[in-house]
């Protein structure tokens, strides 16, 4: 890997990480047209630490309270009930799912996984996803002629059964094109919590399970399958470009729909789909290790 590939796919990396349209899936479908060689799974797991960092920094005081309470709460029963501690239970539990797929399903996911065809699919498919729910957040948030507004739940309300589905939705996202927030918002926004409650569940739910991977996948850049100075320099782009993205993000979902989201991800795998179908692109573009 060269060192403007680097640049580039942590630019993607940083820019498409929190956005609900896949962050593996576009640095796949990038080396795919660029004629490159696909970056595999080890690079993504590894460049994810980048933008995992972003969310650490963001969510600093959140993270150091759940993390402080939860400590307490082993030894103190009665901080047992308080919220903060709980939400370190909740996200230890909803990283299960993720852990125990990643583990069985590895050799998929660095391999048959990452057919351009099952990521045109996922694009697709969890587009519409995203869509209905979001549009039934809408519905619940302004009500209709016949319909008082419905009261959204918030991470106060956030429970074990819940947690785990959260995490289920996560997991999801080990297939490319599916999108780490895409999903766990997507199931979030369908148990009727909040577009922002399921947002920041999904981030703090996502740091246990991306600095465990990357880790897990350090051993293929000490093995020779990763070049150390291109994917550190491209972790720490993904990084810089993170943090704007999670900033910007996070006041973005409090006012406005995923629609836009829903509407590219849908139109990117039809382009897919028919640059596959026509034999301009292989579905196997880039697959060989470089």
């Known amino acids: 890997m060269s060192w403007f590939e680097s640049l580039i796919l942590g630019l993607v990396q ?124 809408a519905r619940d948030e302004t009500g209709g002629k016949h319909r008082a507004v419905k009261e959204r739940k918030t991470l106060k309300e956030l429970n074990v059964r819940d947690g785990l589905i959260f995490g289920f939705c996560q997991a999801l996202a080990l297939v490319p094109g599916v999108s780490r927030s895409g999903a766990t918002i997507s199931g979030g926004l369908l148990m009727g919590y909040t577009r922002e409650a399921a947002a920041r569940y999904s981030f703090l739910l996502a740091i246990p399970a991306v600095l465990a991977s990357g880790a897990f996948e350090l051993k293929d850049a000490g093995e020779g399958h990763v070049s150390w100075g291109p994917t550190i320099f491209a972790t720490i782009i993904a990084f810089v470009v993170g943090y704007a993205v999670i900033a910007w993000f996070m006041k973005f979902i409090t006012t406005k729909s995923f629609m836009p989201f829903v509407i590219y991800r849908v139109l990117l795998g039809i382009v897919l789909f028919a640059l596959v179908g026509t034999d301009t692109l292989s579905p196997h573009a880039g697959e060989s290790a470089g």
Do not use: C
């Open 14 to 137: 940083g820019l498409t990480e929190f956005l609900p349209i896949s962050s593996s899936a576009h640095l796949r479908l990038t080396a795919a047209f660029a004629g490159w060689h696909d970056p595999g799974a080890a690079f993504t797991a590894i460049t994810q630490i980048g933008t995992e960092a972003a969310v650490l920094i963001y969510f600093r005081k959140d993270i150091a309270r759940i993390i402080s309470a939860w400590f307490r709460s082993l030894t103190n029963k009665a901080m047992r009930s308080d919220h903060d501690a709980q939400m370190g239970w909740l996200v230890i539990v909803g990283s299960i799912p993720i852990g125990v797929l990643g583990v069985t399903f590895k050799d998929q996911i660095e391999g048959p996984f990452r057919d351009l065809r099952l990521i045109a699919t996922t694009l697709i498919v969890m587009g519409v996803i995203l869509g209905i729910a979001d549009r039934l957040a």
